[in-house]
Each structure stands twice: as structure tokens, then as C-alpha cells.
């Protein structure tokens, strides 16, 4: 595993635990590891537990502590009176949470001397919850960013010790928002824990910070799979925030129906909207035109196009438009299946 930050690391000297699962957390916990902070324990959620070939692999986080040798612990529910007593038996000055999982309660939150700071992945109050960057992408910000917050009960309502932005680039998805995303959060974090290095309890911390304002709050709701399904019935440029929002995870989808009836899954991982008057002429929203000249495969939205880059059908390996139109030469229309009932995000991002 690689060392995330290249310029010299202040020395610090906290006693800590580490608490995450996902690859947001690893720089700055591998930055913590590198500024001479003492690592207690690294708590990550449990392994999937599954057959040998279909078991996913570690998380990130686990892999990680693993490979530095560090004591790893995966309690399944981290607020359970034992699991308190245990955080406390440990005698940690401060709890550093990313991309956990589960919401500490004040309990747990109270098991260390100055409680516990969290890196989240967007500027807060702005997109509380368990997907910020995807929400940031989908909600067409222009800018993202990362914040700490000093932990409260609330999910990702405590105040604000650090907080960074960055502009979002026109065509970048989700997965590699979050890369860069990831390593921004270096600088707060540590930043963060050098604020609290000098206190002596958790009531000398409550002056820290920004309260949020909740007037501007939003909510950045989990992903489900079936939130990917591409509707023509909305216009392109949500349908392209929705393809960059949903990579690498839960992706997006539409079902192509074959003049015989038959259809097949594809999976659309790069799109760009091309804005254009949607007539007779160039065809009704849910058309699928495959050029023969140019070998372009663009999906008719209700107001323009979404022209698919990158596809993948069902059973398939990956590949470019013009290999899917190729493959299928002898159509140059075909349609894709509607979406039954509403979409939950696209009708959210137009109302």
C-alpha cells in the first residue's frame, strides 16, 4: 500500500482509534499512521462472509491496517454496551471516523477523552448521509469538497472544524471525484487532529468548530441498483449526471427490446448530453439510433440526446459504442424498455 502524502508530516501524539471500511478513509489514515499518532485499533465493519469464489474481497480499510500490521476489530454492532466498554477499556484520546458505516451514539462517542472527529465527503450541511459525492454529481454542484466534523449523535450534523473545496470537472464521475476527494481530506484531517492535541477533555472541545445551518441542509440517501435504470422521459444532462454519478457503483442500465420482442441488459458507464431539438426528425425519447457512418449509438431523451460511450451487454466484456453498433449492424433504430413508475432520482432532481 502506498504512502498518500509526500510532504513532511508534523509529529503528533494522540493515542487513536481509526474507524472505517471503504477507500475514502485510507489516506488519511495512512497519513495519521505516518505522523507518529499511536494507533489503538482500527475498527472496520464485518467481512461478507460467503463462498470462497463468490466472497467479496477485504475492504479497503481492512487491507490496509493488515498490511501495516496494525490490531483490527470488526464488531457488528458498534454501540452494544460490551463494545462501549470495550472503546473505553482502551483508553484512547480520540476516535477518527470515515466511511464507517453505523452512527456512534453518545455513548460510544463518549468512550474516548475528546469523543470522535469524522471526514466527510462533501461541504457540509450539504449532503448528509451515506452517498455525498455520488449527490454532489447528481445534484449538478460545481463544486464538492470534504469537511470534519467534531461528532454529535446527529448523522453528519455536528460543527465544523475543516473543510475544503474543489471544483468539479465537466466530465468526472463519481469514482474519481471520490479519489480526489479522498486525498483532500489528508490536509483537514490532520489539521483537525492537531486542534484537539492540546485539549484535555471532551467538555474543553464543545467551543470548537461551526454549527451547521440547517436551513441549508440536504440529504445524500444510499443507492440502490435500480436507481440506475437510464429514463429517456428526462432530459440528457440529468442522465448524464446520473451515469457519472452512479460509477463505479450502482452503475446505469437500459433494457434494449429487439424488433422480435427479445431485449438485453446494457450497461452504460461513460455518456455525454448533447442538447438538440427532439422532432420527427431525429426520432421520440426511448429511440436508440445506431449510426452506420460514424457508429455512434445515442440514446433520444426528451430534450436531446445522450450519446452511450462505453457499454456493456449483458453476459458481455466491456467495450466502445462503435463495437456495440458494429455488432449489430442490421438496425439502425431500435428502443429501449420505459421506466415503471417513478424514478426516484431523476424526479427528485426535476421537482
Not at 449532503?127 to 454542484?141: E, K, T
Not at 492540546?198 to 436507481?227: F, Y
Not at 450519446?307 to 433504430?333: C, D, H, I, W
Not at 431500435?334 to 432532481?349: A, D, M, N
Amino acid at each position: 500500500m502506498p504512502i498518500f502524502v509526500d510532504t513532511p508530516i508534523e509529529r503528533l501524539s494522540l493515542r487513536l482509534i481509526l474507524m472505517g471500511t471503504g477507500p475514502f478513509a485510507v489516506p488519511s489514515f495512512d497519513a495519521l499512521r505516518n505522523s507518529g499518532q499511536e494507533i489503538a485499533a482500527v475498527i472496520t465493519r464485518p467481512a461478507v462472509v460467503g463462498a470462497a469464489k463468490k466472497a467479496p474481497p477485504p475492504s479497503p480499510v481492512r487491507m490496509w491496517a493488515s498490511e501495516n500490521g496494525l490490531p483490527i476489530f470488526d464488531p457488528v454492532s458498534i454501540n452494544e454496551p460490551q463494545t462501549v466498554d470495550w472503546l473505553a477499556s482502551l483508553h484512547a484520546d480520540l476516535m477518527v471516523v470515515c466511511d464507517y458505516g453505523q452512527i456512534l451514539s453518545q455513548h460510544a462517542l463518549s468512550a474516548t477523552k475528546l469523543g470522535g472527529i469524522n471526514l466527510h465527503g462533501s461541504l457540509l450541511p450539504r449532503h448528509r448521509g451515506a452517498a455525498p459525492v455520488q449527490w454532489s454529481i447528481l445534484a449538478g454542484d460545481q463544486s464538492a469538497g470534504v469537511s470534519i466534523i467534531h461528532m454529535t449523535p446527529t448523522l453528519d450534523g455536528g460543527p465544523v472544524l475543516h473543510q475544503l473545496a474543489t471544483e468539479i470537472l465537466p466530465s468526472e464521475s463519481a469514482e474519481q471525484l471520490e479519489r480526489r476527494l479522498s486525498l483532500l481530506g489528508v490536509e483537514s484531517t490532520l489539521a483537525s487532529v492537531r486542534d484537539l492535541e492540546p485539549k484535555r477533555s471532551l467538555a474543553e472541545c464543545t467551543e470548537l468548530g461551526i454549527l451547521q445551518d440547517k436551513q441549508k441542509m440536504t440529504k445524500a440517501p444510499r443507492l440502490n441498483k435500480q436507481d440506475g435504470q437510464l429514463d429517456p422521459q428526462y432530459p440528457a444532462r440529468l442522465l448524464d449526471r446520473l451515469v457519472r454519478g452512479l460509477q463505479p457503483w450502482p452503475s446505469t442500465f437500459t433494457n434494449v427490446v429487439f424488433p422480435d420482442g427479445k431485449s438485453i441488459r446494457l450497461i452504460v458507464s461513460e455518456a455525454r448530453a448533447v442538447e438538440v431539438p427532439v422532432d420527427g426528425t431525429v426520432g421520440k425519447p426511448g429511440d436508440l439510433l445506431l449510426g452506420q457512418q460514424d457508429a455512434a449509438l445515442q440514446l433520444v431523451t426528451s430534450d436531446g440526446i445522450l450519446v452511450l460511450e462505453t457499454v456493456q451487454p449483458a453476459g458481455k466484456r466491456s467495450m466502445n459504442a462503435s463495437e456495440f453498433v458494429r455488432g449489430y449492424s442490421r438496425f439502425e433504430r431500435l428502443h429501449v424498455e420505459p421506466v415503471s413508475g417513478t424514478h426516484r432520482i431523476l424526479s427528485q432532481l426535476t421537482s
